[in-house]
């Protein structure tokens, strides 16, 4: 586990601009949307998608820049597929990218 996944999954990020939060700290952003599979005109993909979101997601494919780290995939209430990736610019962004012992991270 990294610190920085612990900022991804922070409720708080779905209410601001990923944008917003991450260039602050540091992280050069790369992000990638497809539109979600429409129920009328990819009925298949849309019945995969509906049925395990997080599989459907997971084989996609998306392009991430060299220098960059995919941080996640997720899906919006505009009908988007996100990819996010990042590139540590600073010391402080290097630092979150690093591996924590899941112990040593407060609650």
């Known amino acids: 586990m990294r610190l920085i996944d612990h900022v991804?999954?922070?409720?708080?990020?779905?209410?601001?601009p990923v944008k917003d939060v991450l260039e602050p700290l540091g992280?050069?952003?790369h992000?990638?949307?497809l539109e979600t599979p429409d129920q009328d005109e990819e009925r298949e993909d849309a019945e995969r998608f509906e049925a395990d979101p997080e599989a459907f997601m997971a084989g996609m494919e998306f392009s991430v820049?060299?220098?960059f780290?995919?941080?996640a995939r997720f899906d919006t209430e505009d009908c988007e597929i996100v990819m996010?990736?990042?590139?540590?610019?600073?010391a402080v962004a290097l630092a979150l990218m690093a591996p924590v012992d899941e112990a040593e991270v407060p609650a």
């Open 84 to 90: 996010l990736a990042v590139k540590p610019v600073t």
């Open 8 to 16: 991804t999954a922070h409720p708080l990020l779905d209410e601001r």
């Open 27 to 29: 992280f050069d952003i």
């Open 65 to 67: 820049p060299e220098g």
């Open 69 to 71: 780290t995919e941080l």
């Open 31 to 33: 992000i990638e949307t």
